[in-house]
């Protein structure tokens, strides 16, 4: 998030972890259950922001899921966290633990690319469940 100082034409950066952007399907499922699908739009160690149409309110606690495709093999990680920020096209959400692979998207956005239309599989039974 950046702040500009009254009275210059300077920004502030106060986040204190590097972001990535980094585009692909999410899966987030909110305290109450429900699941919806959104699009991840950037990561960093310790949050994410997810696009999507269903918003939900700081202070919301979640877990998600996040597929990477390979050319041979998905890589499915899921995490947990709280909404900490929420805009017009979005959310943001901080994760309750830094994420240990986080390295990985700044090495596979180079090499691979975003799952199209995907249900990961520990959200496949909620979804037939649901009839979603």
Not at 3 to 9: E, S
């Amino acid at each position: 998030m950046k702040m500009m100082k009254p009275g210059r034409n300077i920004c502030v950066e106060k986040r204190k972890r590097l972001r990535t952007a980094f585009n692909t399907d999410v899966v987030v499922s909110s305290s109450n259950g429900r699941f919806f699908k959104g699009y991840l739009n950037n990561i960093s160690i310790n949050g994410m922001f997810v696009d999507c149409e269903t918003l939900l309110s700081p202070g919301s606690a979640c877990k998600a899921e996040i597929r990477l495709l390979g050319k041979r093999s998905v890589l499915i990680l899921s995490v947990s966290g709280t909404v900490v920020r929420k805009a017009y096209s979005g959310f943001g959400i901080q994760f309750d633990h830094d994420l240990e692979w986080w390295s990985l998207f700044t090495v596979f956005s180079s090499y691979g690319k975003a799952a199209d239309n995907f249900i990961p599989s520990s959200f496949f039974e909620a979804f037939v469940c649901e009839g979603v």
